[in-house]
């Protein structure tokens, strides 16, 4: 395709259903987003939205721009040739958009500010592949598909991907925050980046802090529950569904839902606190039918997120419940971690990470985010070097986060740049097949005022404890279910009802267990699973891994002597990708590495 511009932008055409995959070598092939939009000189497609569009549109509008409907992709087409990024700048949404434009031939990518809409990039000759999902750039024509060991080395190390790496070598995740033109007259790309994070003037007192943070998530709540809409929330019982419940303006639609076994701390907190905001809600059970579905589960996230998230699966039974109660765009906590990062996953920070210096950091970066996937690992296991790999992606990612203040900052700015925008951005992939997710943590100003909080108010339940005594103090009483004590008690509250938990946990008493116990189903129910896939023959010569190790590891899982349950769900998850769950295949006759 010499001199020719084949682009695809793929969403499904409505909740639930599979995406439309089409690639071919027209400039810009016909388009399956939430909006498009067409004239004569140009085509233009949005996944996902801008938030306060009307706004946007008013405000352009004012300054001569006309305007024939309300479309997003028109939106974003009219306000990028008015203002050029600086534009862009200034949006809020969760988008990817391309426009064409025949004159000049060429296809502008623009990227979201934390790049919550995941959207790939491939070079092929003469041409520039364009797509929401891996699965439709590998069927175009002449792309590098060979095992990419940089990807693969990050996602058998942390769980998820760093910077733009993916599976496979001839095809990137383009950033977040970009604005990439391919001129396919020449055969050339450019790409600048139109924001980056940077710390803002540091807020030294917590009233401060709690005003400037409480102001700007009432306005990103706002923008994300217009009147009219058919609103839902995750609601669980920890803090950060609880927050955007709490600041949710009056009068919306709104409708909330929650995930756990029968009686559950999770299930009876948020009952308890969908009462008292006056909303319907809805207890999903997780049941032993789970299990029996877990394969058909499982097979079925990987196809929706290609293959490159790591996760069992567990709330792919419940996608059907959003549909039934008629939401059509679902509230979700995620990037709440950003205001307790005690409580942040591998990225959670202890004593030792707010008193590194930067080159203790790194090490202290790359045993925290690693550990849970490698500890126990024979470094024989693989047929390239997972560790060494690992350890440069993440020395890069470092150099892209910047701190005015301390190292430790940087952690924090690691998992903005990097678990929101290559891991929490894919697992929403999931749940925008079946309700547009919004998250209102993950919002231009929330963050501005979170750049500028010291680490130290932003490691439990500080700033969020006094929005909601201002906001819903009756939210308060509460308990939160990641310490068994109400938000806002003291320390040894605290410690004393985690302990209550995990003692009941273990005595089985209903409602205390978790609702998912990974490592035991491996080692129990799927069983069959685990061998069928890692053991197969084909999975075993893929090149990759060392057969030996590879039931080494398996077995030393399912006889209970070393925990390897993540890295044998991204084994898993790999091999049915491998096997067509997400449509991931070499093609007959290409050499793997």
């Excluded at 049941?287 to 589960?297: K, M, N, P």
Aim: hydrophobic fraction near 45%.
């Amino acid at each position: 395709m010499p001199g020719l511009g084949a682009a695809a932008f793929v969403r499904g055409s409505a909740p639930g259903k599979p995406a439309e995959i089409e690639t071919c070598a027209a400039p810009l092939p016909h388009l399956v987003a939430h909006a498009t939009f067409e004239t004569r000189e140009a085509r233009a497609a949005v996944d996902g939205e801008v938030y306060g569009a009307d706004l946007e549109r008013a405000r352009l509008a004012r300054s001569g721009v006309a305007f024939t409907g309300d479309s997003h992709a028109e939106l974003l087409m009219r306000g990028y040739d008015a203002e050029g990024v600086r534009f862009l700048e200034r949006l809020h949404g969760a988008f990817s958009a391309v426009i064409w434009r025949e004159a000049n031939r060429t296809l502008t990518v623009i990227t979201d500010r934390f790049g919550m809409r995941p959207i790939y990039m491939a070079r092929p000759a003469g041409a520039c592949v364009v797509a929401s999902e891996l699965k439709t750039i590998l069927r175009a024509p002449g792309i590098d598909d060979g095992w990419d060991e940089d990807g693969l080395a990050q996602l058998f190390a942390f769980g998820h991907f760093l910077g733009d790496n993916t599976l496979h070598r001839g095809v990137r995740a383009l950033p977040a925050a970009i604005c990439g033109v391919y001129d396919a007259g020449n055969d050339s790309y450019r790409e600048e980046r139109y924001w980056t994070h940077r710390p803002g003037s540091p807020i030294a007192r917590v009233d401060a802090a709690v005003s400037a943070l409480e102001a700007a998530l009432v306005a990103a709540v706002a923008r994300r529950a217009a009147p009219g809409e058919r609103l839902g929330l995750s609601l669980s019982g920890g803090l950060d569904a609880r927050t955007i419940l709490a600041l949710m303006p009056r009068g919306v639609d709104l409708r909330t839902v929650s995930l756990g076994i029968e009686g559950s701390l999770d299930h009876r907190s948020a009952t308890a606190l969908a009462a008292l905001a006056g909303v319907p809600h809805r207890n999903y059970v997780l049941d032993g039918s789970f299990l029996a579905g877990f394969e058909t589960y499982l097979r079925a996230m990987v196809k929706l997120t290609d293959g490159q998230y790591l996760d069992q699966g567990i709330v792919m039974p419940a996608m059907g419940v959003y549909q039934e109660l008629g939401i059509e765009f679902l509230h979700r906590g995620h990037g709440g971690e950003l205001l307790h990062m005690k409580k942040a996953y591998a990225y959670s920070l202890d004593d030792e990470a707010l008193g590194a210096s930067e080159p203790a950091l790194e090490a202290w970066l790359f045993s925290h985010l690693t550990g849970y996937m490698l500890d126990g690992v024979p470094d024989r296991l693989f047929t390239f070097d997972v560790r060494g790999r690992a350890r440069e992606a993440l020395r890069a990612a470092l150099v892209r986060t910047e701190s005015a203040g301390r190292p430790v900052d940087r952690v924090w700015q690691l998992f903005l740049n990097e678990r929101l925008h290559r891991e929490t951005a894919l697992s929403m992939q999931m749940f925008n097949n079946f309700a547009t997710v919004r998250m209102p943590f993950i919002d231009n100003d929330v963050v501005a005022v979170l750049l500028s909080i010291p680490a130290e108010m932003k490691l439990d339940e500080t700033l969020q404890a006094a929005i909601l005594r201002r906001r819903r103090p009756e939210f308060l009483r509460v308990t939160n279910t990641n310490t068994g004590a109400p938000v806002g008690a003291g320390r040894l509250a605290r410690e004393i009802g985690y302990a209550r938990m995990r003692i009941a946990a273990k005595l089985g008493l209903r409602g205390y267990q978790p609702y998912e116990r990974l490592g035991l189903w491996l080692r129990r129910e799927l069983r069959d699973l685990v061998t069928s896939t890692l053991l197969r023959e084909d999975f075993l010569d893929a090149g990759l891994f060392r057969p030996d190790v590879v039931r080494q590891v398996v077995g030393e899982h399912l006889a209970h002597r070393v925990n390897h349950t993540f890295l044998l769900m991204s084994l898993l998850i790999f091999g049915m990708g491998r096997e067509g769950g997400s449509d991931l295949r070499q093609r007959p006759g290409d050499r793997r590495p």
